[in-house]
């Protein structure tokens, strides 16, 4: 999700996120114009942070406390705010032969805490991406041996559904194209936790069911293993 922020917008979110990371607490208007020396009143910063709360990039602990990053501010930040520092060379060579050996996305991912864990010396965390409300990008098949395709999902928060499904495509009544069309017709755009268990009648229907166990499958594992630690 890409969000385009003014400048006045931009400061005042990258100032809360630092400040509300390096001391824990909600961040009020008062203090971001007090500390940060921002050449408005608090007033307008406060009006700003309302604005930011309704963009879904704040939140507020309770109606008398100040405002703290929401999952998607924190995002906004990360990508487009966080200050950047160049990376030692000896660290750079640890990251990239710990992280260059791993092909399945859990070994990357506990991989990535355990460098991280070790550069920083603190404990690091790390989770796959929520799915609650991650919806299907796009639906892509493709020939995996003779008798067999490999159905890819992407969703809107970049995570990967595989599934290796046996079909024989020379005798199917349809051409992977259309199959893929009809696919992405049907589900793009639609929520995972939406997809229900039923399968559509035609003939597509065997793919779509391939395509609905898939999902459900995905989700039960990404329940089960979803948050890494080390340190």
Known sequence: MSIQLKERKA??????????????EPVGSKRIAETYGMEVRSATIRNEMAELSEMGLLTQPHRSA???PSELGYRVFV?????????????????TEALRQQNEIEM????????????????????YPSMKNSRIDCISLSRYGSRRLLMVAATTNSYIIHRIVDLDIDKAM??????????????????????GASEPAGMF??????????VR?????????????DG
Do not use: H, T
């Open 108 to 127: 990357l991912v506990s991989a990535a805490c355990r460098v991280l864990s070790e550069l920083c010396g603190y404990v690091a965390a790390a989770a």
């Open 79 to 95: 990508d487009s705010l966080m200050e950047r520092c160049s990376i030692p060379s000896a660290a750079g060579r640890i990251i």
């Open 11 to 24: 400061k005042i979110l990258q100032l809360l996120v630092q400040d509300y990371i390096d001391n824990c």
């Open 66 to 68: 100040g405002r703290i």
């Open 174 to 195: 349809y051409s992977l194209d259309a199959a893929a069309n009809y696919l992405n017709s049907v589900y793009s755009g639609r929520v995972l936790s939406e997809i």
């Open 205 to 214: 229907a065997a793919l779509a069911g391939e395509f609905i166990k898939a």
């Open 217 to 229: 499958s995905e989700g039960r594992d990404i329940r089960d293993r979803k948050y890494f630690y």
